[in-house]
Nanobody
Framework: QVQLLESGGGLVQPGGSLRLSCAASGSIANINTMGWYRQAPGKQREWVASIFSGGTTYYAGSVKGRFTISRDNVKNTVYLQMNSLTPEDTAVYYC????????WGQGTQVTVSS
């Protein structure tokens, strides 16, 4: 299994954008499904987006139209472009190999506040 390291989080004002990166320790070319999750203070961890090896993507209703997940199998990195951010997007964001299932990383903090 590859190990994943999230980065790119930070403080942004409502309406702003961030691009998160998930760097893998090894090849992700044969990882069928990669995903992003998030966990806000006092809430359960929730699924945000998934991308299949062929490029098909799926999004949670709360982020659809605002977030874009992508993967670069050459750079062994998964990205999450986050636009039109709101305070409700504040959370620690994690990436994970969904199929096959993988372990959780440390995540990266995203704070949306004015």
């Amino acid at each position: 299994q590859v190990q994943l390291l999230e980065s790119g989080g930070g403080l942004v004002q409502p309406g702003g954008s961030l691009r998160l990166s998930c760097a893998a320790s090894g090849s992700i070319a044969n990882i069928n499904t990669m995903g992003w999750y998030r966990q806000a203070p006092g809430k359960q961890r929730e699924w945000v987006a998934s991308i299949f090896s062929g490029g098909t993507t799926y999004y949670a209703g709360s982020v659809k139209g605002r977030f874009t997940i992508s993967r670069d199998n050459v750079k062994n990195t998964v990205y999450l472009q986050m636009n039109s951010l709101t305070p409700e997007d504040t959370a620690v964001y994690y990436c994970r190999t969904i199929l096959p299932a993988g372990s959780w990383g440390q995540g990266t903090q995203v704070t949306v506040s004015s």
